[in-house]
């Protein structure tokens, strides 16, 4: 996690307040736990905001789960529980409503940064997508390392990084996450690129995130340009 722990290095200082998005899965609790070993030392605030989706029998317990890693690592805990919703168009609005928890608790301690556990498997996933339905210029970008929201910035530190490389790294340093069983599921079209297309990109070139990192990272360029001229 070199890359990340770098980057962050370069951002963050003693007055920095943190709003992390944790499901307790292996890409958030890598996140959370690279925060906790620099919050050591550079001495800033963490906020972690959990939403319990209540889709599963696991959510309670991966709630507790977080909230407990929060006590033992000082950390600020926030919790929403999803209760209303359309399940028709369940995903689309849950991404909605949490995203309106992170406002609310970033409003709530004036936070400087969100930081979501997005990582380079996702930025895969979300450019092919686009591609295959059709997006701005912008939109084919993916999404960003870092994107002002005008009164905070939203992060994404595991860009750099494969789902694979994440978990292996969880694995080694013995770190305990939290699995959603319907990550495993085809039935959503994000994990139908997850498990069908992208083994065969990374079979042809093992670094082929990168190629998609600098990829985006071009096209965000050139639609700066443009805007810009």
């Known amino acids: 996690m070199d890359k990340t722990i770098a980057y962050l290095k370069t951002i963050l200082n003693s007055k920095s307040v943190i709003v992390i998005g944790c499901s307790g899965g292996p890409d958030s609790m890598c996140l959370l736990h690279l925060l906790c070993d620099l919050k050591e030392l550079l ?11 209540k889709q599963r029998v696991e959510s309670d317990e991966e709630a507790i789960f977080v909230k407990d890693f929060c006590e033992k690592n000082n950390c600020e805990y926030e ?3 999803l209760t209303d919703y359309i399940p028709s168009n369940f995903h689309s609005e849950a ?5 309106k928890f992170f406002d609310q608790v ?5 936070a400087d940064y969100l930081m979501t556990a997005h ?5 895969m996933e979300t450019i092919l997508m686009r591609i295959g339905r059709g997006s701005t210029l912008k939109g084919y970008s993916g999404f960003d390392l870092i ?9 994404h530190p595991l860009i750099f990084y494969t789902k694979e490389q994440i978990k292996d790294y969880m694995d080694k340093h013995n770190y305990d996450y939290r699995i959603d069983i319907t ?3 085809n039935d959503y079209t994000r994990n139908r690129y997850r498990h069908l297309v992208l083994p065969i990109l990374k079979k042809e070139n093992a670094n082929i995130n990168e190629k ?18």
């Open 106 to 110: 970033i409003a709530k301690y004036n």
């Open 79 to 81: 919790y929403y529980e």
């Open 147 to 155: 994107t002002d929201k005008s009164t905070y910035k939203q992060v």
């Open 95 to 99: 991404r909605h409503i949490r995203y």
């Open 183 to 185: 990550n495993n599921s």
């Open 43 to 53: 001495n800033f605030k963490v906020i972690v905001a959990h939403m319990n989706h």
């Open 212 to 229: 998609y990192y600098k990829f985006s990272e071009t096209i965000i360029d050139a639609d700066n340009f443009i805007n810009k001229y």
């Open 119 to 123: 990582h380079g498997d996702d930025l």
